[in-house]
């Protein structure tokens, strides 16, 4: 089912604004030129081949990646002006990463729990209730013990998902959260980001799952060397995309 | 004094063994506590030559991290590019043997043991710590900072506890190095057992004999060590089993997988 309302430019409801972003690594310009906007209960997918810039913009977007242009805004609010609201920001801005990056050191649960109790201040009475509520949702409970090592990439990727879920963000950045994964494995984790899509998650995905995009999106963008070049419905992009860049990039992969 | 070489050796064994005793008890006092605070040191330098700087930081502080950087850096080179033995020398005849003047002989001499190793293995250490700290994976880091930890947090919370586990051999590593060469450290009289054993080697000129139970009990003591870091390791390594909960709903229901079960089960789980 495709969800066709793409939202009217009213930014008083805009969760981010990124204006004229930029990001160069030395002499490589890597985002030239990016501006969007994602609304509350939005699924943006960004599509495009690799070296488009996808990644780079979802990091500058939570800061791992410093921009070196343009602004974010976060409920109007520029968030490179001020470094001290950094981390109360990206504990609003949820991050799931194509490696995971669940702790080691830390079992599912403490995975969960260490950031709500360090960042949110919560009890850790109140913090394994919530972990364990979002376990149970992902279909991790059952491992809330194991240690990231003795787990499946799919069963890892799941307990990201709850770790970023424990910190209840308004928005959650998926970068390629499935291009790691064996290709059995993929499949549960997409059904994981399908029930978030269903529960009105915010969500900014960065995939190559194009059937996924096609099928959740409320709206995707065709990045292509550094810029937006198309951004539209989903049945628009995937089968009438007005640019030609676009139609080669579906194409090439359909 | 017998003539034969065991028989020597039990004579030395019977007439010094307090010596030998009080040596051995210094050497292990000193070299732990050096290392200990060696380490101390190290992890100090170590994080602060880990501080990350932005682009958009205040130039009084990209400035003041370059400048400590400059200075710590310069106390990593000087200390592990000069001798223990040679340190030791500058170090007490440049002002430590006076500093501590006000002690009795034998403290004196423990006190500035320990300053020394505490001072040329924080240099070792610092380095080991950093590399620790950088061999563990970026996206550790990162996950740590996009739930919103600061950078303190994460590190303490997430990179550091990794870092520790990785460089625990190296850090056992640098005790066994201090037990052996506190030995150094009889250029400065510290009573340890080397210096015992030169002074038990004197009285009856049997140095072969003295300096055979020496080696001995070098080796007991880094042996020991060695294994008991052995056994540290493995308990830093965490718990091989974990128990599988039923649903929340009906969480009574659980399964215990342990090590010898997975083998059994066949590699279900990874």
């Known amino acids: 089912m495709s969800n066709n309302n793409i939202n009217t430019n009213n930014s008083s409801n805009a969760i981010l604004d990124i204006i004229n972003l930029e990001k160069r690594f030395g002499n490589n310009l890597v985002i030239r030129d990016i501006s969007m906007s994602v609304f509350e209960g939005e699924v943006v997918s960004i599509i495009g081949s690799s070296g488009a810039g996808k990644s780079t913009l979802l990091r500058c977007i939570n800061l791992l990646e410093e921009p070196t242009g343009g602004d974010i805004l976060f409920h109007g609010k520029s968030i490179l002006t001020d470094r001290k609201s950094v981390s109360s920001y990206r504990a609003k801005v949820g991050m799931v990463f194509q490696q995971f990056n669940l702790f080691n050191n830390m079992t599912v649960l403490q995975n969960c729990v260490v950031g709500q109790m360090k960042v949110l201040g919560r009890s850790r009475a109140e913090a394994e209730e919530t972990a364990k509520m979002y376990l149970d949702r992902v279909g991790m409970y059952a491992f809330a013990d194991a240690l990231p090592r003795q787990i499946s990439g799919g069963q890892k990727q799941r307990a990201a998902i709850a770790r970023t879920l424990c910190m209840n963000p308004e928005v959650i950045l998926f970068d390629e959260p499935t291009s790691a994964l064996d290709p059995e494995m993929v499949g549960e984790v997409l059904s994981v980001m399908r029930s978030l899509v269903k529960g009105g998650m915010t969500m900014l995905v960065v995939t190559h799952e194009m059937g996924f995009a096609r099928e959740v999106s409320s709206r995707v963008i065709f990045m292509d060397s550094g810029i937006i070049e198309e951004s539209d419905t989903p049945d628009v992009i995937f089968t009438s995309p007005k640019k030609e860049r676009t139609r080669a990039f579906i194409s090439s992969i359909l | ?270």
């Open chain 2, 1 to 270: 004094m017998p003539q034969t070489f065991f028989g020597g050796v039990s004579f030395i064994l019977s007439k010094y063994w307090s010596l030998f005793l009080r040596g051995t008890a210094i050497t292990l006092v000193v070299s732990l506590t050096g290392t200990i605070f060696g380490f101390l040191i190290g992890l100090i330098v170590a994080l602060l030559r880990t501080i990350p700087v932005h682009k958009t930081d205040k130039p009084l502080k990209k400035l003041s991290v370059r400048f400590l950087s400059f200075i710590l850096s310069s106390y990593i080179e000087i200390f592990r590019g000069t001798p223990m033995i040679v340190q030791a020398m500058v170090i007490y005849y440049g002002g430590l043997s006076k500093a501590l003047s006000g002690l009795h002989d034998v403290y004196k001499g423990i006190a500035a043991a320990i300053i020394i190793i505490s001072i040329n293995t924080g240099a070792y250490m610092a380095e080991i710590i950093r590399g620790g700290i950088i061999s563990v994976d970026p996206g550790q880091m990162e996950g740590a900072l996009s739930i919103g930890m600061t950078y303190r947090q994460a590190m303490f919370n997430v990179v550091f506890p990794q870092a520790i586990r990785n460089i625990m051999p190296s850090i056992g590593n640098e005790f066994v190095v201090n037990i052996k060469d506190s030995s150094v450290l009889n250029v400065i009289s510290v009573a340890e057992l080397y210096f015992m054993s030169k002074s038990a080697a004197g009285a009856y000129l049997r140095y072969f004999e003295v300096f055979f139970i020496t080696a001995v009990i070098y080796f007991i003591l880094t042996f020991t060590v060695t294994r008991i870091l052995r056994v540290i390791e493995r308990k830093m390594e965490g718990k091989d089993s974990y128990t599988i909960h039923g649903s929340q709903s009906y969480s009574k229901a659980s399964i215990h997988i342990t090590s010898e079960s997975k083998s059994i089960i066949g590699g279900g789980l990874k």
